[in-house]
């Protein structure tokens, strides 16, 4: 029995990676007061579809039943963090810190087929002022260098600021602006702009817009090209906040970026990863979708899809255990454990292999890839980087790697 | 560096003209021989079937490639529209035999067995699909033309330039689906990270606009 279409069953180092990112990010956060939200992997449809545009709609994967009303399989995990906070949390509680780690269910675009993919994210509801995003990149960023290393870039935008500008163009011109931005048509932009009548300097600031990409530097030169009174403020903050954690290098500004999840309301991100160059995930501040949930105040979200580090990086994981295999032999149960907890706390996994003779268990230890062999009866180590053996107290006392 | 994916074909005399056009050197690629990889200052050259070229883009093989926005809509892929070359101009068209009626026409025929043949199946069911209509899209990969002589279709979706092979075999345009020119396409992450040289590359700097490999530089 395979799995179907758009869904795959995981094992070996991937699976590992998967669940090694998993408890790193919660952990990131965990440690910093974040509660761990785990939200159903099926959804109310028509809640769904109330809070997301019409353009992202048909990424929802609906059924039937059982019960009553229409379901889906959850395709945005923000919307159920809102929703779950609004009825389980009084306004006192604020602010509100949650992350978690959750699959997530989307029709693909093609050439991919992928329909569910993991999703590691966290929410700051209710808290007013600025620290609150800066706390919640430099969380992040701790978690893409552990996940995705230094290459790792984040390329920032502000949908206040895109409207604004886009607001310059009529009602009608602005919202196909706004589409062809999104899809990606600087052609299909550049187009609209000619066949609408406008004024020159609103003009110019729309044709503009899509080009004012590059390093962080890019906003003060956006300053000459854009209108005086452009809302760049925050942006400014947001990033100028991020460079001070000495990610400079790591920065891009795209002032065109416009995010297929609408409910965005200011300072907007997506992650780039370094080993494939692709994205990764973004977030951003969504003040206006809490308040469309009966909540005033400030909020930053963001996701991240561990799938895309997982697979990258396959077995190569900063931070994995050199694997040793412990052959029991004989030994008596309790001394296995005991010396498997001696070989985990100095910093290895271990797998304890039961095979009646040495042989098996040896040759089985090279098959897995381990480091080490353990003979518990002899109390002795045999390493891949050395002649012979050494005895287990010396091993674990100088803990080899190769 | 930047990597960039052309056309085999026909097209690639024409992007070859446009990149010396702008200072880009590619003499290497002018007898390119079986080579599809080729290094030149600071530029990687891919050559491969323009169908292609967007899922190079799509899968980081490549930075940008000049491609038909036929294909780029036929492979559905999300992809930057940098510019438009204006190279290649031709037209996405619906034809039929001379007479025939149109084969989307309300009340004419039983929408569900409408037969088009195609090499863009996407774009076709995506085309009708529009109008509530739901063809029967018969896939194939040259010679579009010969369907509704064979009677495979009922009529075809295909790119027609000055229109010579439909009267030859007796079509005659029914609709326009879209306008098709050469485009340079990026991939979202490459126009974001590698924006300053791909725009001094390719697109011009504001201080020199006329290197652009768009006709009319927007920047």
């Given amino acids: 029995m395979n799995a179907p279409t758009g869904f795959t069953d995981r094992g070996g180092s991937e699976s590992m990676m998967r669940e090694k990112l998993s408890r790193k990010f919660l952990d990131t956060f965990c440690n910093f007061g974040f509660q761990v939200f785990q939200p159903s992997p099926v959804q109310p449809l028509e809640d769904v579809f109330r809070c997301l545009p019409s353009g992202f709609r048909k990424k929802v994967i609906p059924f039937a039943g059982p019960g009553e009303g229409q379901r889906c399989l959850i395709p945005?995990?923000?919307?159920?963090?809102?929703?779950?906070?609004t009825s389980h949390h009084a306004p006192e509680e604020r602010p509100l810190r949650l992350c978690y780690v959750s699959s997530v269910y989307r029709i693909p675009d093609p050439p991919e087929d992928r329909v569910e993919s993991l999703h590691a994210g966290a929410e700051m509801i209710g808290w007013e002022g600025e620290a609150a995003d800066v706390e919640m990149m430099a969380l992040m960023m701790r978690f893409l260098d552990y996940a995705g290393g230094p290459e790792t870039t984040i390329v920032f935008g502000d949908v206040n600021l895109t409207e604004f500008v886009l607001g310059l163009a009529p009602p009608s011109a602005a919202a196909s602006l706004r589409l062809a931005l999104l899809t990606g048509s600087i052609t299909e932009y550049n187009a609209i702009l000619d066949s609408h009548p406008l004024p020159e300097s609103?003009?110019?600031?729309?044709?503009?817009?899509?080009?004012?990409?590059?390093?962080?530097?890019?906003?003060?030169r956006s300053a000459d090209l854009l209108p005086e009174n452009a809302p760049l403020a925050d942006l400014k903050k947001l990033v100028a906040s991020v460079v001070s954690f000495g990610f400079t290098s790591r920065?891009?500004?795209?002032?065109?970026?416009?995010?297929?999840?609408?409910?965005?309301?200011?300072?907007v991100f997506e992650v780039y990863d370094g080993c494939s160059g692709g994205p990764v995930g973004g977030g951003g501040r969504y003040d206006g979708l809490l308040a469309s949930s009966g909540v005033l105040g400030q909020a930053f979200g963001f996701s991240l899809e561990l799938d895309a580090f997982a697979e990258n990086r396959g077995s190569a994981c900063r931070g994995a255990r050199d694997p040793v295999m412990l052959w029991a032999g004989d030994s008596p149960v309790m001394d296995v454990f005991n010396t498997a907890d001696r070989i985990t706390a100095a910093g290895f996994s271990v797998e304890i292999s039961w095979n009646p003779g040495p042989k098996a268990s040896f040759s089985l230890s090279r098959r897995r890839g381990c480091i080490c062999w353990v003979d518990l009866p002899r109390q002795t180590v045999k390493t891949g980087c050395q002649d012979g053996t050494v005895t287990l107290d010396q091993w674990l006392t100088e803990s080899p790697t190769c | 560096m930047l990597t960039l994916a052309l056309p085999t074909g026909r097209m690639l005399g024409d992007c070859l003209t446009l990149l010396k056009r702008v200072g880009v050197p590619c003499s290497a690629l002018e007898k390119p021989g079986r080579g599809l990889v080729f290094e030149q200052g600071n530029i990687r050259f891919l050559l491969g079937k323009p169908m292609d070229l967007p899922l190079y883009v799509h899968y980081g093989s490549a930075d940008l490639a000049l491609a038909g926005n036929d294909v780029i809509m036929e492979r559905g892929v999300p992809l930057v529209d940098l510019c438009d070359t204006g190279l290649g101009r031709c037209r996405l068209v619906v034809a039929a035999p001379r007479g025939?009626?149109?084969?989307?026409?309300?009340?004419?025929?039983?929408?569900?067995?409408?037969?088009?043949a195609t090499k863009y199946p996407r774009i076709t069911k995506a085309y009708f699909g529009s109008r509530g209509i739901r063809p029967r899209c018969i896939h194939l990969h040259g010679s579009i033309e010969l369907a509704p002589l064979l009677h495979i279709s009922d009529a075809i979706v295909d790119i027609v330039q000055s229109g010579n092979t439909l009267r030859a075999n007796d079509l005659e345009v029914l609709e326009e689906v879209a306008p098709v020119s050469l485009r340079l396409v990026a991939s979202r992450s490459s126009a974001r990270l590698k924006w300053d040289i791909i725009r001094d590359t390719l697109l011009g700097s504001p201080e020199n606009p006329e290197r652009s490999i768009a006709p009319c530089s927007n920047l």
């Fill in chain 1, 76 to 85: 945005d995990v923000t919307l159920a963090a809102i929703s779950y906070v």
């Fill in chain 1, 251 to 267: 920065i891009k500004i795209d002032l065109g970026l416009v995010r297929k999840l609408d409910y965005y309301s200011g300072p």
């Fill in chain 1, 202 to 220: 609103a003009r110019q600031s729309l044709r503009n817009l899509p080009f004012l990409k590059g390093g962080p530097e890019v906003l003060d």
């Fill in chain 2, 100 to 116: 025939a009626s149109p084969p989307c026409a309300n009340g004419q025929r039983s929408s569900a067995s409408i037969r088009i």
